[in-house]
Nanobody
Framework: QVQLVESGGGLVQTGASLRLSCAAS????????MGWFRQAPGKEREFVAA????????HYAGSVKGRFTISRDNAKSTAYLQMNSLKPEDTAVYYC?????????????????WGQGTQVTVSS
């Protein structure tokens, strides 16, 4: 049974940084792409970032490019999302996702496993 557990969320001020972690278990971590999505109150879930199974290719939403960095440690079965220069509009529940994904990372339907989410709140 696949399990994804996010951690690292919290309440920070504008301009601060946070690093989210996603610990995976239940299947061979290095065989799957990893992604991060977020959902703000009253809005649909949106793509944030993705990384392929080797870590050699990354993809970002335009709204976070240059501020967020996705990475993975296959030896630790963990994916990360380093978030810098946080803005109030980054406030959302952040979800980790895993799947066999080679393109169209933005489409949530490609990802077959999801974590429970971690809250990130950025105050102005």
């Amino acid at each position: 049974q696949v399990q994804l557990v996010e951690s690292g969320g919290g309440l920070v001020q504008t301009g601060a940084s946070l690093r989210l972690s996603c610990a995976a278990s239940g299947r061979t971590f290095s065989h799957y792409a990893m992604g991060w999505f977020r959902q703000a109150p009253g809005k649909e879930r949106e793509f944030v970032a993705a990384i392929n199974w080797t870590g050699g290719s990354t993809h970002y939403a335009g709204s976070v490019k240059g501020r967020f960095t996705i990475s993975r440690d296959n030896a630790k079965s963990t994916a990360y999302l380093q978030m810098n220069s946080l803005k109030p509009e980054d406030t959302a529940v952040y979800y980790c996702a895993q799947g066999v994904v080679y393109s169209d990372y933005e489409w949530a339907g490609h990802w077959d496993s999801w974590g429970q989410g971690t809250q990130v709140t950025v105050s102005s």
